[in-house]
């Protein structure tokens, strides 16, 4: 789409449900793809948005597209005070698909973490071993974009949520490591040790993997006992496979078992099926 919101309605709402993956969304095709729609279906409207406009008879994008703004801030007034004129004018730009800001080609700000996280149904994962083949999984995949960034971190971070429906955890801790990484073994390592220290048992429900303190990967720190230049060389010709023939030309076997949530990934768009 030629605005950042369509460009995003577009991929929500769309583009996963096509065999490419593709779908232009502009002002030729917005009236009759995007209006019909239900409201819920606009970016930002969760569900209280959802069931106050539904209150007031608007159930479809186009019914806000389609007022004038004055009276639509009038509307929402009535709804939910004097103080939302600035919400109500940005739902209007939204089902109109204005969106006044610039599309930037860079990030401004220098980047200070590498993440990756997974929400889990926690019934599915009780036992440990099920757990450490989805965080070796997400380190893989922490690993792969921060190479892909050019960086590396030397602080290790894992945030992890448990449960069993009467009883919960949370934690997040972090571990320094002697040489900043991007490299998988070391970084699995480093989880595995913060995971054994810290999981109380109950069944995971959400798992979060970062690494920070990063630096240039153009500086790497030689091994007495690994060739590290070498796994890293090995690791970057994974990803490019990887890049160029899609996330399922190369797994680990680990990752064809039950348990395993690379495959499933691999099936999405944006972490939606298509």
């Not at 449900?17 to 232009?24: E, L, Q, T």
């Not at 502009?26 to 409201?39: K, M």
């Not at 399922?248 to 495959?263: F, K, P």
């Amino acid at each position: 789409g030629p605005t950042k919101v369509l460009a995003k309605t577009a991929t929500d709402n769309f583009a996963k449900k096509h065999p490419d993956g593709i779908y232009r969304l502009d002002q030729s095709n917005i009236e009759t793809d995007l209006w019909p729609l239900p409201i819920h279906q606009m970016f930002m409207v969760a569900s209280r948005m959802t069931r106050r406009f539904t209150m007031w008879g608007i159930d479809t994008i186009g019914h806000v597209a389609r007022m004038e703004l004055p009276a639509f801030k009038k509307l929402m007034r009535r709804m939910m005070g004097k103080q939302s004129d600035i919400q109500a004018e940005y739902y209007w730009q939204t089902a109109r698909g204005i969106d006044p800001s610039p599309v930037v080609s860079s990030i401004s700000a220098p980047l200070k973490s590498v993440s990756h996280g997974k929400t889990l149904r926690a019934s599915l994962y009780t036992r440990r071993e099920d757990i450490e083949v989805v965080l070796l999984e997400l380190c893989i995949e922490v690993c792969r974009r921060a190479r892909r960034l050019g960086v590396q971190g030397r602080v290790v971070s894992l945030g992890m949520g448990e449960t069993d429906g009467k009883r919960a955890n949370m934690f997040n801790r972090q571990l320094t490591l002697t040489n900043p990484t991007s490299l998988t073994h070391e970084l699995s390592e480093a989880v595995l040790r913060l995971f054994n220290e810290y999981w109380q048992g109950l069944p995971a429900s959400h798992i979060m993997i970062a690494l920070n303190q990063l630096s240039s990967d153009q500086i790497q720190q030689l091994d007495l006992f690994d060739d590290r230049h070498k796994i890293f060389e090995l690791e970057k010709t994974t990803d490019a496979i990887k890049d160029r023939f899609g996330d399922m030309a190369i797994m680990r076997a680990s990752s064809m078992l039950e348990a395993g949530v690379a495959r499933e990934r691999a099936g999405q768009i944006g972490g939606h099926y298509k």
